[in-house]
């Protein structure tokens, strides 16, 4: 895995291989840092900004999404993501949270007018899927100098005299249209019909897995691979199997207390992203159970967990247990994906993989 790597100045230069990057650091010629997982290093000293271009291929998914950031000669970084969901029942429960505290004698803000009436917006849970992809781009162009974006262009399938059927669908071509227009204000934006990706998958050889849940390249990145490999070409040989697996961090933000209170009408505290000096999913070091994240606090102390899953580790750490590092923007783990299949014939290439 090439490790990412930034300029004195600021500039994102080309990835570099990982002994060149120990060496750099050893010499004190390079300082290295962490990026949401994602091991990196910034120069020391002046350098000229050499850049080649880079593409981010993106395979858009109702559960999981494949994301590839590959150049003319090397795949960098797969990563595959889960998708926002239930955005909108969650944005439904917050409207009568928030009726429910007015009528009690508690602590709320007065009322204000609607102020979405009468204008152009997207749904809340289209636009936090949409706005996932984008951040995720985001966070790509940080340690990569992107230049381009390959998105496979998704589109529902109308039927005639279904008038529900097809107005379901209508946020999904308004979240499209808006994050292409996102993406066309920072990159070059090429798009690719899911037949036209097909197309490209079985020349060069590869196959695509039915299990669309599992954590393998085959499953997702296998399509995100082709669309940036159509996007700056190469050698069609997949040479990096590795998927960076990552989903979005569950933040109860307008949660203030508990629905149902408990005996005596008492509703604890629930929610919110602040408490004890801190905020919720930051990365901290405990001196015993090394790298964790912030999920709550109970008995004066903090609550952490593990950085893959939420399962808890220390559930009332004291301050003097650990040290805060930096803020968590989401899930990740790293997994070794295995051999991607290939199909037999004469027009599919040798694949040689470097796992």
């Known amino acids: 895995m090439y490790v990412p790597v930034t300029s004195k100045d600021g500039k994102k230069l080309m990835p570099t291989h990982p002994n060149k990057a120990g060496m750099l650091i050893k010499k004190g010629l390079a300082t290295p840092y962490w990026s949401n997982g994602i091991f990196c290093i910034r120069l020391n000293y002046e350098t000229t900004a050499y850049t080649q271009e880079i593409c981010v291929g993106v395979d858009p998914g109702s559960k999981k999404e494949g994301f590839t950031v590959k150049s003319e000669a090397y795949t960098y970084l797969n990563v595959q993501a889960d998708a926002h969901n239930k955005v909108g029942k969650k944005v439904k429960k917050r409207s009568e949270l ?33 706005d996932w992809k984008l951040r995720i781009l985001d966070w790509l162009s940080k340690l990569y100098p992107v230049t381009h974006i390959c998105v496979e262009d998704i589109k529902a399938r109308t039927k005639q005299y279904q008038k529900k059927w097809n107005q379901s669908f209508s946020p999904l071509e308004v979240g499209k249209n808006w994050f292409y227009s996102e993406i066309q204000k920072k990159w070059e934006l090429f798009t690719l019909q899911g037949y036209e990706t097909k197309e490209l998958r079985d020349s060069l050889g590869l196959k695509k897995s039915k299990d669309k849940m599992s954590e393998s390249f085959d499953a997702h990145c296998v399509d995100s691979w082709c669309l940036a490999y159509h996007a700056v070409g190469g050698e069609p040989i997949v040479d990096n199997t590795r998927i960076f697996c990552i989903s979005p961090l569950p933040i109860q933000r307008r949660n203030l207390h508990r629905e149902v209170p408990k005996k005596g009408g008492v509703r604890t505290r629930y929610g919110g992203t602040r408490f004890l000096g801190t905020r919720k999913n930051m990365l901290v070091k405990h001196i015993k159970h090394g790298i964790l994240r912030v999920t709550g606090h109970q008995k004066g102390g903090l609550t952490l967990s593990n950085i893959e899953n939420a399962k808890q580790v220390a559930l009332s750490a004291k301050l003097d247990t650990y040290k805060i590092l930096t803020r968590l923007n989401f899930r990740y783990k790293q997994i070794v994906s295995e051999q991607p299949k290939v199909e037999q014939g004469e027009l599919a290439p040798q694949l040689t993989l470097d796992i």
């Open 98 to 130: 928030r009726r429910g505290r007015r009528g009690r004698k508690c602590p709320n803000r007065n009322n204000r007018m609607n102020r979405l009436a009468n204008k152009e917006r997207i749904p809340a849970g289209t636009r936090a899927r949409w």
